[in-house]
Every structure is written in structure tokens, then in C-alpha cells.
């Protein structure tokens, strides 16, 4: 198998992952919804996990089944991989040191939970490490990696001052203040600029490493 089907294999087998963990999570919030199910479907997508997760989804979809696409070719960019293996981290660092344990699941729930959260995560990483951390990543992209997060963020509270929802605790302007979500919000910040550092570092240490072999 040539390293091309190799990519398109693994990118396809993430994909299922990611969507295996969203439709299931998607299932078990739309049966047990006590609102209508518009407004369900609106606070679904409204959580950084899910939509992370879909981003981490249909970038392994490119991949796999696009590559020669100008999509694809963005896609395999290693400033790109690079940027969303950094996302889907921050979903799994954030759920297990501030959020886990905060929300009681069921079976089912703990498995869709576990995707998620975890499945997901650890095997972008290891996609990230097999394919992508060998090409160098300019450490002047890092900046334009923080738009989706800070998107997220305005939209979140913006939302949240019309509908009065804040997917996540450390997020809620209406229980802390916008001044302590702001502060919440520079922490998780600088845990994305910590991980997007150490990911590029790790990527350029290892393509310098590679050529100086060659």
C-alpha cells in the first residue's frame, strides 16, 4: 500500500470515527429533549466539542476523498492538519481537567462521550504524528489559528444574550460577568497558543531532523 492509500485510509477510518461520536451524541440529545427540537438542534451545534468535532470530520472527508481538490490541497497544507489536531486537543484537555463529571450520562452517553471527547482527540493526534509532523509549519500562521476560536467565542456570547444559553460554565456572562469570561476565555487561549507552540516546534524539530539526514 502506497502512502497516499495509506492517508486515505486512515483520514476515511477518522472520519467514521468522528462521525460514529457526533450522530450518536446527536441521538441521544434529540430523544431526550425537553425543548423544541429547532432549539435543540441550535444548542447542539452550539457547543465547541460538536462543532470541532465536525470540523476534524469533514477535514479527514477531504482528505481521504478529495485530496486533488483545491478543498484537499488546502487541507494538506501542514499549517492546516497542524491547526486542527490543535482544536480537537483543546476539546479533549478542557472536557477532562474542567468539565468531566459535571453532566451525569448513561451507558450510551458515556460511549458517545468517550468518542468525542477522547477517541476522537487521540487519534487525530496520531494521524497529526504519522503524517503531518514531519513538514515544516510556519510559525506565522499561528495567529490566524486562533479566527475559529474566537469566532466561536462571539458567537457564544452573543447567542447566549438572546437566548440566554451558554453551552459551558466557564462561558455563562450571565452567572460570572463578561469580565470573568473574558479572563476564563485568555486562559483557554493560551492553552490553544501553548499546544499550537509545541505542535509546530515539534513539527519543524522533526523536518529539520529529517532533511539534515537526508
Known amino acids: 500500500m502506497s502512502r497516499l492509500d495509506r492517508v486515505a485510509v486512515s483520514a476515511l477510518a477518522g472520519a467514521l470515527l468522528g462521525v460514529t461520536g457526533i450522530a450518536l451524541q446527536f441521538y441521544l440529545a ?57 482544536y480537537i486537543l483543546v476539546v479533549g484537555v478542557v472536557y477532562q481537567t474542567v468539565l468531566r463529571g459535571l453532566v451525569p450520562l448513561n451507558e450510551w452517553g458515556r460511549v458517545a462521550d468517550n468518542i468525542i471527547h477522547g477517541l476522537v482527540p487521540l487519534y487525530t493526534l496520531g494521524y497529526w504524528l504519522w503524517f503531518i509532523s514531519t513538514k515544516p509549519v510556519p510559525v506565522r ?15 457564544t456570547l452573543l447567542h447566549g444574550m438572546v437566548a440566554h444559553f451558554y453551552p459551558y460554565p466557564f462561558v455563562d456572562a450571565g452567572a460570572l460577568g463578561y469580565q470573568q469570561v473574558l479572563v476564563n476565555s485568555l486562559l483557554v487561549l493560551l492553552v490553544i497558543l501553548g499546544l499550537s507552540l509545541l505542535l509546530a516546534s515539534v513539527a519543524n524539530w522533526r523536518h529539520r531532523k529529517g532533511a539534515a539526514s537526508a
Open 141 to 155: 500562521t499561528l495567529p490566524y489559528w486562533l479566527l475559529y476560536p474566537a469566532a466561536y467565542l462571539a458567537y
Open 30 to 86: 434529540f430523544t431526550a429533549r425537553q425543548l423544541p427540537a429547532i432549539e435543540t438542534i441550535i444548542r447542539f451545534f452550539s457547543y465547541f466539542t460538536i462543532l470541532t468535532n465536525l470540523l476534524v470530520t469533514v477535514y479527514f472527508l477531504v482528505c481521504a476523498l478529495a485530496p486533488s481538490s483545491r478543498l484537499g490541497q488546502f487541507g494538506a497544507r501542514p499549517e492546516v492538519g497542524t491547526a486542527v489536531t490543535v
